[in-house]
Each structure stands twice: as structure tokens, then as C-alpha cells.
């Protein structure tokens, strides 16, 4: 007498590894994965065609800084992007955030390669989000400095000073603060990866059988 054949398992059932091993569950939040990606790259153009918003942001957060480094009095009107320092002085100066030295640009160039990242699914969308932030964060603040300088150079030495701090001084200071931003995003979003790729190609030892029998040496 024959013995039977197990059939293929019913509709619905678990389907293992013939192996026995555990079986692969797709990783938790892929299904977010293109929307948010799709959503970097939309705020990336938004952020590149209309930043004036962004750039009154910037005059009003920079104006306290500009303040402390000439020590004068300085006002943002509303709308205008353009910080006054020195008032009620001889030496009243108007220092706009134009659209050529907003961080709203660097900023969406990193908003682009995070979608862009995203997209690829190559590394982890949380580990892309947060070096997206921390980037971001780092060239807002390096632009912020950038203007603070800017500022206390027109105060001190008039036109002249602005002339040489905006356009040697502080268009280095934004390379650098780029570079570093840039840097350290694909840092953060490679650190996990780089590591996972170090262990698989790492020397492995396979595991012995379990009933294995010992040999005899002769």
C-alpha cells in the first residue's frame, strides 16, 4: 500500500520557506513611501517658484540677530523682507533678503533629493527625513549668520562693507554651509546601508548539522 501524497495547502493557509525559515513581511510604512516622496518633490518646486513668504521668515528671525551684532535698533516692515537697522541714526541701512540669497533654494534643492531619494527606495524614508531636516536646518542657520554678518559689516563700514561681505565673505560662508548641509545628508541617509552592506559581505562560518557525525581522525 502506497502512503499519500500531502497536497498543496488550502486557500488562506501560511505559505512557509521550504527551508522552515521566517517568512518576509513587506517593511512597514512602503505603502507611504511614493506620497511622501511625490510630496518632497512638489514642495521642492513650490519652494523654488514662491518663496516670499519664505523670505520675510527669514528678514524676521534675522532681524534680532542683526540687532545684537550692530547693536541698534532695527525693524522688519511687513511684507517687505527687508530688515532696518540703525534707526534714529546717521548710519539707517536697509537689508533685503532677495530671492538670490534666500536658503529657500539650497533648501529645495534638498527638498528634490530627498524625493528623489525616496522614490529609489534604496535607503530607509524615516533615516531620508531626518537628514532632510537636519540639512535643512543646518542652511536656514548658516543663512541666518550669513545675513547677521552681512548687517554688522554695512553698520560698520557702510557700503563698502556690504560689498565685500555679501559677495566674498558671506558667498562663502553659504558654499560651505551648502557643502557640510549636503555632506551630512547622505551621510545620515547611507549610514544604515553602508553598515547592512559591511555585515553581508563580512566572512560568515556556516552552522554545523546538528546530528552531524564526529569523524575519526586516523
Known amino acids: 500500500m502506497t502512503s499519500p501524497v500531502p497536497g498543496p495547502p488550502?486557500?488562506?493557509?501560511?505559505?512557509?520557506?521550504?527551508?522552515?525559515?521566517?517568512?518576509?513581511?513587506?517593511?512597514?510604512?512602503?505603502?507611504?513611501?511614493?506620497?511622501?516622496?511625490?510630496?518632497l518633490l512638489a514642495t521642492a518646486v513650490a519652494?523654488?517658484?514662491?518663496?516670499?513668504?519664505?523670505?520675510?521668515?527669514?528678514?524676521?528671525?534675522?532681524?534680532?540677530l542683526v540687532g545684537y551684532a550692530t547693536s541698534s535698533t532695527v525693524d522688519v516692515p511687513h511684507g517687505t523682507a527687508t530688515i532696518f537697522l540703525g534707526l534714529y541714526t546717521p548710519r539707517v541701512f536697509g537689508l533685503t533678503v532677495t530671492p538670490e540669497c534666500t536658503a529657500a533654494l539650497p533648501i529645495a534643492a534638498l527638498l528634490g533629493m530627498a524625493g528623489v531619494l525616496g522614490?529609489?527606495?534604496?535607503?530607509p524614508l524615516v533615516r531620508i527625513l531626518v537628514a532632510l531636516a537636519g540639512a535643512a536646518?543646518?542652511?536656514?542657520?548658516?543663512?541666518?549668520?550669513?545675513?547677521?554678518?552681512?548687517?554688522?559689516?554695512a553698520h560698520t563700514w557702510g557700503a563698502g562693507g556690504f560689498g565685500w561681505a555679501h559677495a566674498t565673505v558671506g558667498s562663502v560662508m553659504i558654499i560651505a554651509g551648502v557643502s557640510a548641509a549636503?555632506?551630512?545628508?547622505?551621510?545620515?541617509?547611507?549610514?544604515?546601508?553602508?553598515?547592512?552592506?559591511?555585515r553581508r559581505v563580512g566572512p560568515t562560518t556556516p552552522p554545523l548539522p546538528v546530528h552531524a557525525p564526529a569523524r575519526k581522525e586516523r
Open 47 to 64: 519652494f523654488a517658484a514662491a518663496n516670499t513668504w519664505f523670505r520675510d521668515l527669514e528678514a524676521d528671525t534675522a532681524a534680532p
Open 119 to 123: 522614490l529609489t527606495g534604496r535607503f
Open 137 to 153: 536646518g543646518a542652511v536656514f542657520a548658516v543663512n541666518q549668520a550669513r545675513i547677521a554678518m552681512i548687517g554688522w559689516a
Open 10 to 39: 488550502a486557500s488562506g493557509g501560511a505559505l512557509r520557506p521550504a527551508s522552515g525559515g521566517p517568512v518576509r513581511r513587506p517593511a512597514p510604512g512602503r505603502g507611504v513611501r511614493a506620497p511622501v516622496s511625490l510630496l
Open 182 to 198: 549636503i555632506a551630512g545628508f547622505f551621510s545620515v541617509c547611507g549610514g544604515r546601508a553602508s553598515r547592512s552592506a559591511r
